[in-house]
């Protein structure tokens, strides 16, 4: 890929996503709860991340799952500006996921590049009019509430239709309070306040996030929707089996102009998407060499 980062900026010339490595420091996420808690475990995780072919990393203190309770504002600093601060030290490329503007401020202080908010800004009437002032790339993601309670607001006529009207009116909330559009990353929100055939059809309609015109982040990575793939309703694959169907939905977010996709195993999306680029190279060889006959 040519301009791999490109400083994260919009007008990098790519052909597939990046890969944003899911860094989390935190004891309940759904996925990998307590394993990178420590900083020193953290760190070593990320340096795998980087190894494994990731463009950034995306530090999150707070889990999102259903359900899940919130820490305190300090919790979530303790957890989260130490590892952002000693991977800055190194040169990564680093998100902050976070839906509170004070932690966002002490990540970027630290070094970090980008705020990935769940919440679009609407968890913490402080976040916009901060990344306005900070002018650092925002991931705007399609959000109906916290986790505690988001699954009960599932209720669509179009879940594309809906989801693209709504990041809509985000895009125009946050260019109207300042936030450049340059800077603005949609998130369709796969997972949150959405169900199994939500997902799907979301996928299925990414050309109708993308058409919004801003780059788009898609994150599918084991997600429970992947869990039950060819399963029973009552079999449902645990998370770390669940990296196969998602490398599957990184390379079609990537035939579908997507700008970065956040996963955890970061080598499998990556040997998805080497395969698929050597597979296109094949063809495009194979078509010239009919055309010259």
């Known amino acids: 890929m040519t301009g ?30 307590g394993e990178w808690f420590t900083p020193e475990a953290a760190l070593a995780h990320a340096q795998e991340l980087l190894e494994a072919g990731a463009d950034l990393l995306d530090v999150g203190g707070e889990s999102t799952r259903p ?9 979530e600093l303790r957890r989260v500006v130490p590892v ?3 991977l800055a030290d190194t040169g990564a490329q680093i ?4 839906m509170r503007a004070e932690v966002a401020r002490a990540a970027l202080e630290a070094g970090a590049h980008l705020v990935n908010d769940v919440s679009g800004g609407l968890a913490d009437p402080d976040m916009v009019p901060f990344v306005a002032e900070a002018g650092a790339p925002f991931v705007v993601m399609h959000w109906r509430g916290h986790s505690t309670d988001m699954q009960s607001r599932a209720h669509y006529d179009d879940v594309v239709e809906d989801v693209r009207a709504e990041l809509l009116g985000r ?10 559009l340059k800077d603005i990353i949609l998130d369709p929100g796969l997972g ?11 996928l299925a309609g990414l050309d109708r996030i993308t058409d919004l015109g801003p780059r788009v982040l898609v994150g599918a990575s084991r997600k429970t929707f992947l869990g039950r793939v060819g399963r029973a309703e009552d079999d449902l694959r645990p998370p770390l089996e669940r990296d196969v169907a998602t490398a599957v939905t990184t390379l079609h977010a990537a035939r579908h102009d997507v ?4 996963v955890h195993d970061v080598a499998g999306s990556v040997s998805a998407l080497d395969a698929a680029d050597a597979l296109a190279a094949a063809e495009a060889a194979r078509a010239g060499g009919l055309g010259r006959g």
């Open 192 to 202: 949150f306040a959405k169900r199994a055939e939500h997902n799907w059809a979301l």
């Open 95 to 98: 998100s902050v996921d976070t």
């Open 171 to 180: 895009l125009e909330s946050l260019t109207d309070a300042g936030v450049r």
């Open 4 to 33: 791999r980062l490109g400083g994260l900026g919009d007008d990098a010339v790519r052909t597939r996503p990046l890969i944003m490595g899911v860094l989390n420091v935190t004891p309940d996420s759904f996925s990998d709860g």
């Open 67 to 75: 359900g899940a309770e919130r820490p305190s504002v300090d919790e």
């Open 84 to 86: 952002v601060r000693a």
């Open 259 to 262: 700008w970065c996709v956040r």
